[in-house]
Nanobody
Framework: VQLQASGGGLVQPGGSLRLSCEAS????????MAWYRQAPGKQRDLVAS???????NVADSVKGRFTISRDNAKNTVYLQMNSLKPEDTAVYYC????????????????WGQGTLVTVSS
């Protein structure tokens, strides 16, 4: 499976961006999709996650500013980022887990290539 992330860029503090990550291939369903981020010199941290049943989780550091959503029919996950701060600057990665091609053939997980978000005036 290939996860294609897009939507990153340069934005001023207080601005907004919307990231997208689409899983390509003849996929039946994806149980779990999430966004992580990694700032220079730091570890990769979970930002937000979404289950196929509709459950979501958002890190405390971005709660109230970031929203995760997904389109199961398109195997796509989104991250709406509002009120961006300089400390949100990082490479954002999407991750998929439980990637089912059929009920008997599935992959445990896959990472996207990352998209850079820079928040600066």
């Amino acid at each position: 499976v290939q996860l294609q992330a897009s939507g990153g860029g340069l934005v001023q503090p207080g601005g907004s961006l919307r990231l997208s990550c689409e899983a390509s291939g003849n996929i039946l369903r994806i149980n779990y999709m999430a966004w992580y981020r990694q700032a220079p010199g730091k570890q990769r941290d979970l930002v937000a996650s979404s289950t196929i049943a509709g459950g979501t989780n958002v890190a405390d550091s971005v709660k109230g500013r970031f929203t995760i959503s997904r389109d199961n029919a398109k195997n796509t996950v989104y991250l709406q980022m509002n009120s961006l701060k300089p400390e949100d600057t990082a490479v954002y990665y999407c991750k998929a887990e439980g990637i089912y091609y059929t009920e008997s053939y599935w992959l445990p997980s896959s990472w996207g290539q990352g998209t850079l978000v820079t928040v600066s005036s």
